[in-house]
């Protein structure tokens, strides 16, 4: 009998998937409960890991035109009505403020106080209250196109909360943009939806697939929505980020008009896409191993950690005047186009556990400093792509002028090994037994995946689906190394007649 | 008689200030109104002026040791109480969410449900959230100290809004640290009013005199309140930023408790500081002329606006290639350590109305490029500091190898404008007649200002401050240009014994 490998986390995730990932948020020092239904604290840790996400869908963002503004967090119910698919659709989740001041009572407490006359929504999507602005703001074709993005906080009340993938309130970025042709603002989701997939590739190291939202799956009050899905290590669907075609509907509801070229007076087009700290989710859950996070390396709040390993006060003072020498050298080298983040770790804490806390957390790349390495200038480099954590010896130099070159290799591998584990994943299906079989664990360790069948619009709400807890996840847009070569069939579900295979799984 | 002189802004600083200010805001196009009561909608270029702010006071907090990270928006009302003064003091403009969820009612219209057990406040500030945080995560001598900061949006409903200035929601960074002693509790707060006081002389050109609260002006539960006050174009005083020494205030009712080296457990003592959008009001009332926005060369969202000037199509080819040649040259000039911020305004619009809106929207350098400007190879400069809008003639080379000497003459312009001005509006006074003269306008083009007196505590809710609208805006902590050298006196109010003089003003 095999010997059960020990590991830093505790169930694997074999074992259990779901625990094995709120032990990893905690292990990693990501993020913490609080006392706030359903809403998170983000550490320092997870939050730096926000600031790089950030860092560089925006500067994607810039370069491709689109500029920062800054909405109101609360929205008059009255607003929020106009489009009745958008109320409709996120009114069971709405926090709600209805007083305006505290006073206090007899026996002490404070109550609320000052009840308003219209109650506000805290905004969980924002098209209704930019769209008043924007409403003032176009005039005529020469104002169009209006492309602005915002980074905010949004609530939706969740019943089942999971730090990360499901949180009342969450942190975004809401891109919101105005055109004068449908031609033109359908450009515009496309564009945007091809930013996010070079984000999620080129960043994240996260392999997705790109595709159309069936009619049951659309963003409420969306003509058309597009999404990102990418396979978790159960199996499971993880949608990245959407971008919406909106097309005249929320440009009615608001009044969103122009003069044309012609003098003539036309409802505007718009769309709106966002991706949230749902995102930090996807990283936890498509690379993490039975260790800790693995982070992609153009992410990691730090990307190399130096650790000095010293008994006496003697060694301290050597080994760390070595580490602040290649700090320094290291710190210089630029990698994704911004300096290299080096972390000196010169905590107080046994080496080991040290080397442990940075393997938890997923720090790309871990250098290990003794008494003896000084001797021949070299150092011990872990790599966290490396699951058996053995270690590399490398001279100073080396290290220097390799670095970089380790970092996109972790890079390279973690988005290959993810490939290779969506591609596995994917089973073309063509009946409903099957369909329910693939679907149904058979054992506590099954992994489920993706089943990619044909499929038709009338199979929507389709029973087995509702018992299965499986849904659509996407109309795959391009042939590739995941969706394969687009052909025609028949709709399992149906019978009728399919263009292509549709991504069906289940899905956080 | 002299002929008044046309500016683009009306009325004037002088006709009537608080018109001129939301006129400056309306013309350089920062921010807008809301259908929100109280709240404001930050546009474009207000939001790239607030990032430059962000970018470069967070690289000062991470400077100084700080990392970021993220807490609830919502406040459980119980948390929110447990500081009595605290709570006392936010009461009274607290949005409060009592309601999660909306349902339809037979008309149609939507409804607050799901009535809350407990309501939630809106963050006002987030001593008490992040304190429940904090006494979970500190527990031995080792976890200190905490150096954590937040960029976040808060509310505090406000009766008499005025945009950037008295805002419901604005936004802001709010730093928490937690420490062992109450000597480093001191220091931080002490360091980071001077991490506040380098930004807002080197990067907003705004001096600013550094003091201390009195008792009645600090922040509720705090022990001590330091702040910057800076005196706008008006003589008013605004407040730019505070720092906080919490003592062991909020530590106790948090119950952030921690084993010290001798294993007894001691409560921490905390500290905060926040500076928010409100500097953004700051800058344009320190700095704004007749004409409107004058921006401090570091913060701009852009600091050269190339404006290519044609008529002919071919004119058009000709000055935009020239123009994208110089766009490239200068945007990779380096000032204030980032990159300079050059725009190639190729907007369809004519010559002098595109120039008139960079002058109105403060751009620190106007560069106009014309077809017989082309033959010489020179352009025409125009520095936003000269009132005049006088134009220099200078060659490529001459543009491009002295732009950011320019950039830091106009910063330097800035400050020392807005020195002099300070200066001449600071009064010492020894009477209260006098005091109160200098506070009641004889005409209404009167400049106010500071009057700096002698005081003692107990003059504090003096009825002639009440009757003037005149509070302590602080306690001076430094000798300097604008403070003079300490002595001490008589309070004006009391009679009692002074140690030395404290600013007093109107304020915003």
């Known amino acids: 009998m095999e010997k059960k490998k020990r590991t830093a986390v505790t169930p694997t995730r074999k074992e259990n998937f779901p625990e094995w990932y709120q032990e990893v948020v905690r292990l990693s020092d990501l993020a913490d409960s609080s006392p706030v239904r359903g809403c998170m604290v983000i550490k320092p840790h997870g939050y730096a890991l926000w600031e790089n996400m950030q860092r560089a869908l925006d500067d994607m963002f810039k370069a491709t035109g689109h500029v920062n503004a800054y909405f109101p967090l609360l929205i008059p119910l009255s607003f929020f009505e106009k489009e009745a698919k958008h109320v409709e659709g996120f009114a069971k989740e709405c926090a709600v403020v209805t007083h305006h001041r505290l006073v206090q009572q007899p026996d002490g407490k404070m109550k609320p106080d000052g009840e308003l006359e219209e109650p506000y929504v805290i905004r969980p999507t924002s098209e209704t209250i930019i769209g008043h602005s924007y409403a003032k703001w176009v005039q005529s074709y020469r104002d169009l196109p209006i492309l602005i993005n915002q980074w905010a906080n949004v609530i939706r009340w969740e019943m089942r909360p999971r730090i990360f993938l499901r949180t009342a309130e969450f942190l975004w970025q809401e891109g919101h943009t105005v055109h004068a042709t449908a031609e033109e603002a359908r450009e515009e989701t496309l564009r945007m939806l091809d930013v996010y997939t070079d984000f999620a590739e080129n960043w994240m190291a996260l392999p997705v697939i790109k595709g159309r939202k069936t009619e049951d799956e659309k963003f409420p009050g969306a003509v058309e929505t597009y999404t990102l899905e990418a396979m978790m290590q159960d199996g499971k669907a993880l949608q990245g980020c959407t971008s919406h075609f909106l097309g005249q509907n929320f440009a009615k509801s608001s009044e969103i008009k122009f003069l044309d070229k012609n003098g003539e007076q036309q409802y505007a087009w718009t769309t709106s896409w966002g991706a949230t700290t749902r995102f930090i989710g996807a990283i936890i859950m498509a690379h993490g191993d039975d260790d800790g996070l693995v982070l992609p390396p153009k992410l990691a709040p730090h990307q190399i950690a130096l650790c000095p390993i010293y008994k006496t006060a003697e060694e301290k003072e050597q080994v760390l005047s070595a580490c602040k020498e290649l700090h320094k050298k290291l710190s210089l080298l630029s990698y994704a186009g911004r300096p290299v983040r080096c972390r000196l770790d010169d905590r107080d804490m046994r080496g080991g556990e040290k080397i442990w806390d940075h393997i938890k957390k997923g720090t790309p790349l871990r250098v290990e400093i003794g008494p003896r390495d000084l001797e021949s200038s070299s150092v011990m480099l872990g790599r966290r792509d490396d699951e058996d954590h053995g270690k590399i010896k490398l001279t100073f130099d080396e290290l220097t002028s390799r670095a970089c070159d380790y970092l996109e290799e972790i890079h390279n591998n973690m988005f290959e090994k993810a490939l290779r584990f969506t591609k596995n994943q994917i089973r073309k299906i063509d009946s409903l037994e099957e369909f329910e079989k693939f679907f149904t664990k058979s054992s506590k360790n099954q992994t ?57 799984a289940k899905s956080y």
Chains 1, 2 share one sequence.
């Open 448 to 504: 489920l995946g993706f089943a990619y069948v044909h499929w038709h619009e009338d199979s929507i709400g389709h029973p087995l689906l509702e018992k299965l807890k499986v849904t659509p996840r996407c109309i795959p847009m391009e042939e590739g190394s995941l969706t394969g070569t687009f052909e025609s069939g028949s709709c399992i579900f149906t019978g009728k007649p399919s263009q292509k295979r549709v991504i069906f």
